[in-house]
């Protein structure tokens, strides 16, 4: 894995490091099945705090200088062109 370059916001939690959820200890699937459950019988969805399983609830993500091109968004050896950024990190340089 290389060294991060910088951290940006969790995209998941938006840097909470948390997640509201029901029913935080089952899988996703059977999370909605039982919310839905209870919500048409007209029931209280009880909610919880989970910690974030993307960013293991630091709040933060990793960013890593893209390795394809070095960090500049497009081919390297070639001119600015925006048509042709890199396909591994959108033009951006970096990817999560
Ligand atoms: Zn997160
Ligand atoms: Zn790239």
């Known amino acids: 894995m290389p060294t991060p370059l910088d951290t940006i916001e969790c995209h998941a939690c938006k840097?909470?490091?948390?997640h509201r959820t029901a029913f935080a200890d089952l899988d996703t699937v059977?999370?909605?099945?039982?919310?839905?459950?209870?919500?048409?019988?007209g029931e209280e969805v009880p909610m919880?705090?989970?910690?974030?399983?993307?960013?293991?609830?630091?709040?933060?993500?990793?960013?890593?200088?893209?390795?394809?091109c070095?960090?500049?968004?497009?081919?390297?050896?070639e001119v600015y062109n925006p048509?042709?950024?890199c396909a591994k990190c959108g033009g951006q340089g970096w990817y999560t």
């Open 30 to 41: 059977d999370q909605h099945r039982l919310a839905d459950k209870l919500h048409y019988a």
């Open 48 to 68: 919880q705090e989970q910690e974030c399983p993307f960013c293991k609830g630091t709040g933060e993500e990793p960013i890593y200088e893209c390795e394809e």
């Open 70 to 77: 070095d960090g500049l968004g497009y081919y390297k050896g």
């Open 83 to 85: 048509n042709r950024t």
């Open 15 to 18: 840097g909470k490091g948390t």
